[in-house]
């Protein structure tokens, strides 16, 4: 074995009013520290909206669940308990109710770009501000006032920030990305490319990003390059 970890390039397609996604990151940072010494991760969010048609006043998270998968109440509430007790798993702290609501996300995904511009560690804080906002405190991750405090929240110039979303900067770059995505047939979120060959979809408890982030660092030791996928 090699003593040098090996470098992998990880794009995490996803969108900040996605539970699973919350919980995929999480997990996939638990693993990428059980492998510490192992391989040396660079994380890149990238955008993906689950709600890209929501309007202003966003909508109510139950109902829109309903309409969307023509499930009923009562399922929405058990699939929200079981979303919460994996979270816990994981360490994230999910608070949501009948009450709370979707929103558009575009603006977040454009902060997050910006964000991503400076650095890695930036980027990252800030989608962890997001989720947690959005998931845990129950705030409108659509308003321009919110996305400033967070961005600022997370060391970022907030100043700065308010004249990205305000003068609607980045809009083309994260069109583009969604688009390349979607070209790529990702379908779903999360969805976790590796060194832009491998996927792994959905959010996964710790152990399986863990064992499949082992295997492609052996591969990637040993020059195969075949393409692989791990999903639900």
């Avoid at 399922?75 to 360490?91: K, S, Y």
């Avoid at 609501?101 to 910006?114: E, G, Q, S």
């Avoid at 405190?137 to 060391?155: C, T």
Wanted: a negative charge; hydrophobic letters at 35%; glycine letters at 6%.
């Amino acid at each position: 074995m090699s003593d040098t970890p090996t470098p992998m390039k990880i794009d995490f397609v996803s969108d900040v009013v996605c539970p699973w996604c919350a919980i995929g990151l999480k997990s996939l940072e638990r693993a990428i520290e059980r492998l510490e010494g192992e391989i040396e991760a660079h994380i890149h969010v990238q955008p993906f909206e689950l709600h890209p048609d929501l309007g202003a006043e966003g909508d109510n998270a139950t109902e829109h669940l309903m309409a969307k998968y023509g499930i009923d109440r009562a399922t929405v509430e058990r699939n929200r308990e079981a979303i919460r007790q994996r979270g816990q798993d994981v360490g994230f702290d999910f608070a949501t109710s009948h009450e709370s609501r979707v929103y558009n996300t575009f603006d977040a995904h454009r902060l997050l770009h910006w964000a991503g511009e400076h650095s890695e560690r930036d980027q990252l804080a800030l989608k962890h501000a997001l989720l947690r906002a959005y998931f845990t405190l129950g705030l409108d991750v659509s308003d321009h006032e919110v996305l400033q405090r967070l961005a600022s929240e997370v060391g970022l110039d907030g100043v700065e920030a308010m004249e990205v979303l305000r003068e609607g900067r980045y809009a083309d770059s994260v069109r583009e990305r969604e688009h390349f995505y979607a070209n790529e047939n990702v379908r779903s979120v999360p969805s976790v490319i590796i060194n832009d060959v491998h996927l792994i979809q959905g959010g996964q408890p710790p152990e399986v990003f863990e064992r499949a982030l082992r295997e492609l660092a052996r591969r990637e030791r040993t020059g195969d390059t075949t393409r692989s996928a791990t999903g639900n």
